[in-house]
């Protein structure tokens, strides 16, 4: 996941998208990313498995509003 962050962020320093002294938040973040998609991806096929689809993503809702009401405390 590290290497493909680093690969994309690369891409945007050479067409100009950001500058290369923010390659490394930019880096950082698109793992970030990734690695929610990932999860979320994960969870959602899994949930799709045993059927529960729909509880389980009334519950991520529910649990991201909570965690950005609370500034991230869990």
């Given at each position: 996941?590290?290497?493909?962050?680093?690969?994309?962020?690369?891409r945007m320093?050479?067409?100009?998208?950001?500058?290369?002294?923010?390659?490394?938040?930019?880096?950082?973040?698109?793992?970030?990313?990734?690695?929610?998609?990932?999860?979320?991806?994960?969870?959602?096929?899994?949930?799709?498995?045993?059927?529960?689809?729909?509880?389980?993503?009334?519950?991520?809702?529910?649990?991201?509003?909570?965690?950005?009401?609370?500034?991230?405390?869990?």
């Amino acid at each position: 996941m590290e290497q493909l962050s680093i690969h994309l962020a690369d891409r945007m320093v050479q067409n100009q998208i950001i500058e290369d002294e923010d390659r490394v938040y930019y880096s950082y973040s698109i793992q970030l990313l990734l690695e929610k998609i990932i999860g979320i991806s994960l969870i959602s096929f899994i949930s799709s498995l045993f059927g529960v689809f729909p509880e389980v993503m009334v519950f991520l809702s529910v649990f991201a509003i909570i965690r950005m009401s609370s500034d991230g405390y869990h």
